[in-house]
C-alpha cells in the first residue's frame, strides 16, 4: 500500500522535516495512507515538530492557512489555540488518547466567520518500536457524528491491524536473518577449521618428505660404500676400500650438516654467543663473498657509522650471509648488483612485516639485495618454508632461508623478506643490540 500525494505536496514533504515519501518509515506510510483515505477531516502531528499532515477534508477546516499549513509544524501554524492545544499535545505523547465532544471552532477565512460545533478525538500512533511517534487528531461535525464515528473507528482498527502486521513481519524478518547469520558464522568457522588443518597436513607432508628424500639419498651412499667395501675385503683387495670409505664419510657429513639445518631451522641448536662488531666481521667476510659472487655480479659494501654490537653465534651469523649471498648469485646469471649493508635500526612493532611478533628495541640490520629476478606473490608466500626451493632437483636443500629465519628468532631477532619480479630481492636480518652489563 502507497501513499499517494500531489506532485507540490511532495516537493513540500521533502523539504519538511519529515524528509522524501519514500524513506519514511511503514508506521508513518500507514498513518498517512489512513488520513489521505478517510473522508472524515484528519490531522496527522508527527516528529519532534510535530509537522502536519492532512487529508482534503481537514483541508476544508484549515480555511485560508491551507496550503500553507500543510508541513508546517503546528505551533507556527496554530498560535492561537496554544493554550488549548498544549495539555493536549503533552498527555497524548505520553500515550494516553482524549475525546472532546461539541468544542466550538470558527473557521479561518478572511472574508466570512464561519462558527462549527467539532467532536475531537486525539489519539497517539506509535512507532514500529511501540513508541509514540506521533499524534493522529480526527474532526467530526456534529450533524455527521454517527457516520464519521464509524469510519473514524474502522480506520483507526485498520491501522492498528496494519501496525501489529508490519511489526510481527519485520520481528520474523529479523529472526530469520539472524538464523542464517548465525548458520553462516558456523559454517566459515568450519571451512577455516578445515583450511587451517589442511594446511597444517601439507606442511608436515613438505617437511617429512623433504627430509626422507635427503636422508635416503645419504643412507644409499652410506650403505653403498659399506657393501662395496665388504666385497672388496672378501676378495682380498683391502688396500683398494679407501675411496669407498671416503665416500661413505662424505654422505654421512652430508647428513650430519642436514641435522645440523633442521636444529637452526627448530631453534633447538645450541648458539655459541658472543659479543661482535658487525662491520669487523662483513669486512673479515669480503674476500669469501668475492669469491662466491661470480665474476659477473658487482659487489656493493656500503658499512654503517658507529654500528651497535650484537651477541650471537659467528659461525651461525656467517652460514647465513653467506647462503644470502648464493642465493643473490644464483638470481643474477646474467650479472648484476649484489649490496651488503649494515645500520642500525629501532622497531616498535610496526617497522616491519614478519612472519612473528616484532619485539620493540633496538637492532642491528645486516641487509643484502639484488637486482635479479625476484619473485611472485606465490613464491614469496612459501620463502621461508622448509624444503621449499625454486632450483633444480639436487642444486638445493631448500633450508638456506628457513635456516636463517630459525636463527634469527633463535637469537630474538627477526627476518623480513621483499621481493619483485624483474627488480630483485632484499633480505634483512635484525639481530638485538647487545648492551655491556657494568658492575656496581
Known sequence: MSVVFSGSQRRSLALSPLGDVADWPQSLRTTAQVVLSSPVPMLLLWGEQLTQVYNDSFA??????????????FHLCWPEYSTYSQPIIKAVLAGQSLSYVDQYYVLPDHQHATELW???????????????AGILMIAVQISRRRTALKQTSK????????????????????????????????????????????????????????????FNNMLTGIIASLDLMKRYIAAGRSDEIDRFTDAAVSSAQRAAALTHRLLVFSRRQSLDRKPLDPNVLVNSLQ?????????????????????????????????????????????????????????????????ISSLETVNSGDYVMFEVSDNG?????????????????????????????????????????HVS??????????VRVYLPRHVEETQA
Open 118 to 132: 467539532l467532536d475531537l478525538t486525539f489519539s497517539p500512533v506509535r512507532d514500529e518500536q511501540g513508541k509514540v
Open 373 to 413: 629476478t625476484g619473485m611472485n606473490p606465490q613464491i614469496l608466500a612459501k620463502a621461508f618454508d622448509p624444503f621449499f626451493t625454486t632450483k633444480p632437483v639436487g642444486v638445493g636443500t631448500g633450508l638456506g632461508l628457513s635456516m636463517i629465519y630459525g636463527f634469527a628468532q633463535q637469537s630474538g631477532g
Open 417 to 426: 623478506l621483499s621481493s619483485e619480479v624483474g627488480v630483485g630481492t632484499c
Open 287 to 351: 674476500a669469501l663473498f668475492n669469491s662466491s659472487k661470480g665474476a659477473k655480479i658487482q659487489l656493493v659494501i656500503e658499512l654503517g657509522q658507529d654500528i651497535w654490537p650484537v651477541n650471537t653465534d659467528t659461525g651461525q651469523l656467517e652460514s647465513a650471509l653467506l647462503n644470502l649471498i648464493v642465493n643473490a648469485r644464483d638470481a643474477m646469471p646474467d650479472g648484476g648488483t649484489l649490496s651488503i649493508k649494515t645500520a642500525n635500526s629501532v622497531l616498535d612493532g610496526r617497522t
Open 155 to 214: 480506520a483507526l482498527r485498520e491501522l492498528n491491524e496494519t501496525l501489529e502486521e508490519r511489526v510481527a513481519e519485520r520481528t520474523q524478518a529479523l529472526a530469520q536473518a539472524n538464523q542464517q547469520l548465525q548458520h553462516e558464522m558456523l559454517e566459515r568457522e568450519r571451512v577455516e577449521d578445515a583450511l587451517l588443518h589442511a594446511q597444517k597436513m601439507e606442511a608436515v607432508g613438505q617437511l617429512t618428505g623433504g627430509i626422507a628424500h635427503d
Open 60 to 73: 476544508v477546516l484549515a480555511g485560508h492557512k491551507h496550503p500553507t499549513a500543510f508541513t508546517q509544524p
